[in-house]
């Protein structure tokens, strides 16, 4: 059976011709004689998807005209701001005036000269950014590290029609390319196309890409216009999104007199006031002075009230949270919930009569922790009450109850560490995280997911090696961790273990 056996497929004599190869076709062009397939078939079958989409090669763009007048505006208040009210008893009205707008006008030349040397655009799955006036720099941004882009509207950018984009990166100790200032549609439709590209499935970040280019034909009509995402600027086109949380402005005004700085407000005022009966006369610049002693104090709660403003909550058609507030300088941002690496729920003293707290969150890629925390874009409640911090922290952490979070205070010796507020401190391990809680006059309780665990530390101070105690840190990535401080030695170390084994598998594939 094995002599009559036919040869190969690929040997057979006989065998007729391709299609694209007729036996009367004359010689090639070149000369060439014919071996194998003829030209027309050279290109396998899976190369035209490689060279199908053609080359889009994106000019780079400039930020809106109007960009050097907003920088120089910014400019000019900081410029009021160093020169003080002595600078203005001594030089006079007329010459101080002259000073600020020679250094205005000086601020606005460099800000126009750096509008003309910045540039973006997108190539690839980069944002690439080219800026700089003395030292130029060129910077590439992998989209694939991209957490966030936040859509911010100063006071002045409000009245121009214009706003300012944020990225945050993996690692980024700092906003990584603040880009200021664009239209609010050429903004949106830029955000909308580099959190596709950072994280869709391909087909709707091609659809998105080309939408965001401007080409019409090229984009998918099903997705809808990218540049109308956003609710909050008034578009009703704009996709639906489930509301979660919406905090009472009255709610927000009256967290903020129940400050220490609020309260204290009224001894200052009486001091100076007493100051001036005693003393019977007040200079300019004791009054000035005295004024700007008086906003300084008023500021911080000010400025939480108008940054806090209309604080909505909700999420988006793409499973994340879309986060708007602001009154002069409005803030819309858009936070996926797999880059939450914690929820920490905080109730101060003076609010804990009405029952209230304020929930915060600590997103991957963004600036670590800041005494000042005016700019950080990372409110989950700025002000609410039990029911309402609940199902939040339910929506963003599912399975974990705010309320029924099991931990363990540490041992008694520990009270010579803590002699007032032992029974406060706690940690444990719940279902749904690593949890640990704290304070006595502000009181806080955090809980990081096992997923977001990236190492786990024991450290021992001096006074626990005596007292035989030790604290188990557990960090996330660029963010705060959580600490479980003064637990016995043995404790300490079963815990870390624990913690160490409960993060591989929740990462576990």
Do not use: C
């Not at 000369?31 to 060279?51: D, I, M, Q």
């Not at 992998?142 to 944020?166: I, Y």
């Not at 949106?188 to 959190?195: D, E, F, H, I, Q």
């Amino acid at each position: 059976m094995n002599a009559p056996r036919p040869e190969p497929p690929h040997a057979e004599a006989p065998r007729p011709e391709p299609p694209h190869a007729e036996a009367p076709r004359p010689e090639p062009p070149h000369g060439e004689p014919h071996v194998g397939e003829p030209p027309h078939a050279e290109p396998p079958p899976a190369e035209p998807t490689h060279a199908q989409p053609p080359a889009v090669v994106e000019p780079r763009r400039r930020l809106h005209p109007l960009s050097p007048l907003l920088h120089g505006a910014k400019s000019l208040a900081v410029i009021v701001a160093a020169l003080s009210w002595q600078t203005l008893s001594q030089v006079g009205l007329e010459r101080f005036a002259i000073v600020v707008a020679v250094l205005a006008l000086g601020a606005i030349v460099i800000s126009v000269v750096g509008w003309l040397n910045t540039g973006y655009h997108v190539v690839g799955r980069e944002l690439r950014i080219a800026d700089g006036l003395l030292w130029r720099r060129n910077r590439a941004i992998p989209l694939e590290r991209l957490q966030a882009v936040e859509l911010r509207r100063p006071l002045l950018a409000q009245l121009t029609g214009l706003a300012e984009l944020r990225l945050e990166v993996v690692g980024g100790g700092k906003t990584e390319a603040p880009l200021a200032y664009l239209t609010v549609r050429d903004a949106t439709t830029l955000r909308a196309r580099l959190l596709a590209l950072a994280g869709r499935a391909p087909a709707v970040t091609a659809a998105l890409s080309n939408a965001a280019l401007g080409d019409p034909a090229l984009s998918d009509p099903a997705l809808g216009d990218p540049a109308l995402g956003d609710p909050a600027l008034g578009d009703p086109a704009a996709p639906a999104e489930r509301r979660l949380a919406a905090v009472a402005n009255g709610d927000l005004i009256v967290s903020q007199l129940l400050t220490p700085q609020a309260l204290l407000l009224p001894v200052g005022i009486g001091g100076v006031a007493l100051q001036f009966a005693m003393d019977g006369t007040f200079t300019f610049v004791g009054i000035a002075s005295t004024l700007t002693a008086v906003i300084g104090v008023l500021l911080q709660p000010a400025r939480r009230i108008l940054r806090d403003w209309d604080f909505r909550l909700a999420r988006d058609t793409g499973g994340r949270l879309a986060v708007r507030h602001g009154r002069v300088e409005t803030r819309s941002q858009v936070v996926p919930l797999h880059r939450v690496q914690s929820v920490t729920a905080t109730w101060p003293l003076l609010w804990r009569a009405k029952g209230w707290l304020h929930l915060r969150l600590d997103v991957a890629g963004y600036a670590g922790p800041q005494d000042n925390d005016e700019n950080r874009s990372d409110r989950l409640l700025p002000v609410g009450d039990a029911v309402t911090a609940r199902a939040l922290v339910w929506e963003v952490l599912p399975g974990a109850d705010l309320f029924a979070l099991p931990t363990m205070p540490p041992p008694a010796r520990a009270r010579w560490l803590h002699p007032f507020a032992l029974r406060y401190f706690g940690a444990g391990l719940a279902p749904g995280g690593f949890v640990t809680r704290s304070g006595w006059l502000t009181r806080e309780l955090q809980l990081v997911p096992y997923a977001r665990l990236q190492s786990v530390r024991v450290v021992q101070g001096p006074l626990q090696r005596l007292l035989r105690l030790a604290t188990v840190h557990a960090d996330t990535a660029g963010g705060r961790g959580a600490a479980a401080r003064d637990r016995d030695l043995g404790e300490a170390w079963a815990l870390a273990a624990q913690l160490a084994e409960r993060g591989r598998q929740a990462t576990a594939p």
